[in-house]
């Protein structure tokens, strides 16, 4: 039996080095040879597309002969409409501001010392994800604005499609002058290679793993560097008793059909039980008329036909389809209680119009995003004003929500003096 | 044999599970109440010293016994002073703004949208440290003023002396209707308890390890959840052509000897070719004339006498003692070289009245404080205007150098509309 880890070990440490390599050089790169990267990678991805798109139809022919589903085959297909997205993704990233050498804080302290919080990349960025090629340049987008150095690690599936990608990203690099190695791609689909990566911590400074939750779980196992992590969106709307019941309606609907497959689609509504005789009725049939499936409570299920009984199951669940649990609660604290137990701190709403209810909401509610008379879609980077963003962290450290290139870099302090001593 | 784990497990499963439940009422405390705790805790422990002093005194005879040296038992001393310093310690806190519920970031986005960043706790913090007893106290008072529930695992040394401040830290809890479990401590000395809490990443959210280098990496290799690391302080001070040399002398003094004992002490002096012959014999009298060792580089022990020959470890140390090595470099950046291959990234001086050599100094070398004619000595959290510290990061993830109260925190987002929809 051949030893997989020994063949690839020096491959790994080689690839990591390089990245380390390049990610110093990256620092110091200025803002308008980033942008200019980033414009040219756009118009390469355009300009080239006929061999991109060859190299995407062996991936589809190979996945088609491998049995997936049309569902995956669809995440995996490049258009023309899509390669023009992904090249107006990099034009986008193009047009923020560098987070890079922004000053985050500042001032002159007592002793006349003038400090400064300035930012700084992180270093080297494992990013591991599935099939969709729109991520490879997204990542490697954003990752080089914020004068990071990237490893990408695709889905198996896509590996002609991110093979041609990356040749295309590293030709503008090397084209500008910039540092080859500051995007790079694991030569390799044998899983061990992740493995190995996932120990090289004196190279590597953060992994962000973009896929189910069991891929992530096995990665912040193995890690021995930070992971950004995506767990779960498990998102709430709770209808208070003195919601707008119109309101409610529509940001409901909004939240659970405008884009069922996604994590800050809503999975879960509660409702206040005093208004539940009038709304549940009313929600119910505008949600049916939508064709979606209701799991709902006891109550909520003597109050309107059609409507499945939900299990605890159902209330932990995070469906990504036109499904949604309903549930009647006494008031706002058993709603809070209720999100505590069975949300994902992703994103939880309230509908209501009484001010106190609204503040206690807002306080209490641990998730990343608590919205207030306003669709749980709207927590994603470019709603909330971070333009481009790679992802969207359940976790609590460094970085909570949507993750853009603000939460891609690090700081350092820098202090000017004349002579001060410390006493 | 007893499998210690096996008993071990329940007991730490039901400490961490504790600390959630309280972080869960924490963070929803109001800084008022967490304020009049630290100054009862403060009070009381100035108060009912005597009973201290005796704990601490049982520890110090232990420590004796076991031999240990005359520097461990002065670590691990209380007096009255350090007593009344450690109740300064949680006054001090208790005078500055709560990290909880600020604003960090906000502004209306163009659909009428208001995105609020507010800041909240991390969670349960555990904390590992070694022998100083006002590191109990130090803890307590900055996680608990930052929202976050604290378990303390302090040095088995100085068990009793532990014992007692965590009863007295949770008995002000209690008479201010605080939770209880918001402060705890390991109930074992046994090490195999700091293993189990390193898995249980469901209820802590941070762990802090504060001693030495192998400690650190044991815990980064074992933990699931982060850990904010200060693995090394090996800090430079590079003296260019263009420095003002009495300052340069100056500085140097203040960053080797006040404090030699510390992280942010100047380990490795680098003095630039051209002012080398004029500036060496003068800076080896003053650092011999305070007791301090020099080991240099060839050029520099032709320049002066007394020089020992400086090898590679040397400009690797963290002598953490009245010892420096000191070499000539050819130019600013040989500096910035040998600092990126010797350096830890923790604190590194630049002394220059050349603007250009300033900039580029604080622009190239990756480290969490970079100094420009000021002493190393300043990268603190007081000095820098954080107000306390419970410690300096090394790492870039989350916090960068002096961690205070915010650097504690995490945030949300608070979103308020008046009904928008995504589209």
Redesign the interface.
């Known amino acids: 039996m051949i030893d997989v880890s020994a063949e690839l070990r020096p491959v790994c440490l080689q690839l990591a080095a390089q990245a380390k390599d390049a990610a110093?050089q990256l620092?110091?790169v200025r803002t308008d040879v980033k942008d200019r990267w980033l414009r040219a990678t756009a118009d390469a991805l355009v300009d080239r597309q006929a061999d991109l798109l060859q190299a995407n139809s062996h991936d589809l022919e190979q996945a088609r002969a491998d049995g997936l589903s049309e569902a995956m085959l669809d995440r995996l297909r490049l258009t023309p409409a899509r390669i023009a997205a992904m090249a107006e993704g990099l034009r986008a990233v193009a047009a923020l501001p560098d987070p890079v050498g922004r000053i985050i804080e500042g001032?002159v302290?007592p002793n006349g010392?003038l400090?400064q919080k300035v930012g700084?990349p992180?270093?080297v960025i494992l990013f591991l994800y599935e099939s969709r090629p729109n991520v490879t340049t997204d990542a490697a987008g954003l990752c080089l604005k914020s004068g990071n150095a990237v490893i990408l690690r695709g889905g198996k599936e896509a590996q002609h499609t991110n093979a041609h990608l990356h040749a295309l990203l590293t030709q503008t690099l090397a084209q500008l002058g910039l540092p080859a190695h500051a995007v790079q791609r694991v030569p390799t689909t044998a899983r061990e290679a992740v493995g190995i990566l996932l120990t090289l911590?004196q190279y590597i400074?953060?992994v962000i793993p973009r896929g189910g939750e069991s891929l992530i779980r096995r990665v912040?196992?193995e890690a021995?560097m930070?992971v950004l992590k995506h767990y779960r969106g498990n998102c709430h709307i709770y209808v208070d008793a003195a919601a707008?019941l119109d309101?409610a309606e529509?940001?409901i609907i909004?939240?659970k059909c405008?884009r069922p497959a996604v994590c800050n689609a809503v999975e879960s509504l509660l409702v206040h039980q005093a208004i539940a005789a009038g709304f549940v009725p009313r929600l119910a049939r505008a949600l049916h008329e939508r064709g979606v499936e209701i799991r709902g409570c006891d109550l909520t299920r003597s109050l309107a036909s059609g409507i499945a009984t939900a299990t605890e199951a159902d209330y932990a669940a995070e469906y990504n389809d036109l499904i949604v649990s309903l549930k009647v609660v006494e008031n706002l604290d058993e709603a809070i209680v209720h999100i505590?137990r069975f949300g994902s701190g992703h994103t939880d709403a309230i509908i209501t119009n009484d001010l106190a209810a609204?503040r206690r909401f807002?306080?209490?509610v641990?998730?990343?995003?608590?919205?207030?008379?306003?669709?749980t879609?709207?927590?994603?980077g470019y709603?909330?004003?971070l333009g481009a963003e790679i992802g969207i962290s359940t976790d609590?450290?460094?970085a909570?929500?949507p993750c853009g290139l603000n939460e891609l870099t690090?700081?350092?302090?820098?202090?000017?003096?004349?002579?001060?001593?410390?006493?």
């Open positions: 110093r620092a110091c001032g302290r010392l400090v700084v992180l270093g911590d400074d953060l912040v196992a021995r930070p707008d309101m529509r940001i909004n939240a405008q505590e609204a807002a306080h209490m641990d998730s990343a995003a608590v919205m207030v008379n306003a669709s879609r709207f927590n994603d709603e909330l004003g609590k450290f460094h909570r929500g690090s700081y350092k302090y820098i202090v000017q003096g004349d002579g001060q001593l410390r006493s």
